[in-house]
Nanobody, 121 residues
Framework: QVQLVESGGGLVQPGGSLRLSCAAS????????MGWYRQAPGKQRELAAV???????TYADSVKGRFTISRENAKNTVYLQMNSLKVEDTAVYYC???????????????WGQGTQVTVSA
């Protein structure tokens, strides 16, 4: 089994910054995709950013130029640096990792518990 633990959410004023972290632990052999999704009240969960194990990154248009995703493979950890935050960035942010537990194992998708990010004056 694999667990993802997120940290770094909180309350910030518009224009401020936050850094989210998500560390995976458990039976991990390799991690392919790592990413962050978010869900605002009354809306569907949407992609914020994703990075694969080759370093290819995809950002939602709404966060391009403001958010930076990175990963630290030795720690099975993914980060999301969020700058120039806007009120509309308010949401619960969920990390996700595609993990294989062994060379003969498939990749499975795991999710963190979510961390609240609130942008308000």
């Amino acid at each position: 089994q694999v667990q993802l633990v997120e940290s770094g959410g909180g309350l910030v004023q518009p224009g401020g910054s936050l850094r989210l972290s998500c560390a995976a632990s458990g039976s991990i052999w390799r991690v392919n995709f790592m990413g962050w999704y978010r869900q605002a009240p009354g809306k569907q969960r949407e992609l914020a950013a994703v990075i694969n194990n080759g370093g290819t990154i995809t950002y939602a248009d709404s966060v391009k130029g403001r958010f930076t995703i990175s990963r630290e493979n030795a720690k099975n950890t993914v980060y999301l640096q969020m700058n120039s935050l806007k009120v509309e960035d308010t949401a619960v942010y969920y990390c996700t990792e595609h993990v294989s537990s062994g060379p003969s194992s498939l990749y499975y998708v795991y999710w963190g518990q979510g961390t609240q990010v609130t942008v308000s004056a």
